[in-house]
């Protein structure tokens, strides 16, 4: 099974409202639950352990303090992000920004995409994902810090379709 397949599952199983599924073969094991309590969070589980849950929750608390201290400002930002769109990870994994070490960054802010554009890379198990556009427009934010650990789902860009 390659992670293309991984992906489609997963995506089905946050579609369908299944609260659990279980895949078994020889090669691979994976459980896939989504969350109870009305949540419709989703999670990877696999035999190998993956500590990164706990890191990639992290940023989002100095995010919130950041835009306490700030005041009014964040505000007026939250409303104009309604008009953007966001682009989100398909796969757990770490986001990287640039194809290797010592080429540029995919896409920078302020740069116009099209559909099919790869904007990052996600490694999954020793896999490297690009992770291609859907939509055309600008990016007006890039969310997520070059290295960093990610979850299914959680937003990476904002584009402005305009």
């Not at 639950?33 to 500590?51: C, D, F, K």
């Not at 005041?71 to 409303?79: M, T």
């Not at 934010?141 to 860009?157: A, T």
Request: charged content about 25%; aromatic content about 6%; some cysteine.
């Amino acid at each position: 099974m390659d992670i293309k397949e991984i992906q489609s599952l997963i995506k089905f199983v946050a579609k369908s409202g299944a609260s659990e599924v279980k895949l078994e073969t020889d090669e691979i094991k994976i459980t896939i639950r989504t969350g109870s309590l009305g949540t419709n969070e989703t999670t990877y589980v696999q035999s190998i352990p993956m500590a990164q849950a706990p890191v990639a929750q992290q940023p989002v608390p100095v995010q919130t303090e950041a835009a306490a201290a700030a005041g009014s400002v964040p505000k007026e930002d939250s409303s104009d992000d309604s008009k953007y769109i966001t682009i989100k990870s398909p796969i757990i994994g770490t986001f990287y920004r640039k194809p290797s070490p010592d080429k540029p960054v995919f896409v920078e802010v302020g740069d116009t995409i099209s559909a099919g554009d790869v904007l990052c890379v996600i490694e999954a198990m020793k896999l490297f994902n690009d992770i291609e556009s859907e939509v055309s427009g600008t990016i007006v934010k890039v969310l997520v810090d070059d290295s960093s650990p990610v979850e299914f789902d959680q937003p990476l860009f904002l584009v402005d379709p305009s």
